[in-house]
């Protein structure tokens, strides 16, 4: 499976972007989906998942995050998406997807692909 993320840009603090990633090479809907970011100096970290079903009941969030960001995927698309709204400047990142083959709920960092990871950058 190959990922593909995209959205990444510069924005300012306040201010919306949604990244996107699209998925290859596999069955989708094999696959949990999730968000991971990692800013400079720091340790990758969770940022929010989503079931291969793509229920809204399914999703995770990171606390931070969580009431700002909205995960959602597009099964018909091969795609999954993080609309991020009210952007800080602790959101400054490179933002990763990646996919777990489960049907369950998995909670954790060891997916089995990954993108190449998008930059966000936000000013202040």
């Known amino acids: 499976v190959q990922l593909q993320a995209s959205g990444g840009g510069l924005v300012q603090a306040g201010g919306s972007l949604r990244l996107s990633c699209t998925a290859s090479?596999?069955?989708?809907?094999?696959?949990?989906m999730g968000w991971f970011r990692q800013a400079p100096g720091k340790v990758r970290d969770f940022v929010g998942q989503i079931n291969w079903s793509g229920s809204s009941e399914t999703e995770l969030y990171q606390s931070t995050v969580k009431g700002r960001f909205t995960i959602s995927r597009d099964n018909a698309k091969n795609t999954v998406y993080l609309q991020m709204n009210s952007l800080k400047p602790e959101d400054t990142a490179i933002y990763y997807c990646?996919?777990?083959?489960?049907?369950?709920?998995?909670?954790?960092?060891?997916?089995?692909?990954w993108g190449q990871g998008t930059q966000v950058t936000v000013s202040s």
């Open positions: 090479g596999g069955t989708f809907t094999d696959y949990q």
């Open positions: 990646a996919a777990k083959r489960t049907k369950g709920g998995y909670v954790g960092y060891e997916y089995d692909y």
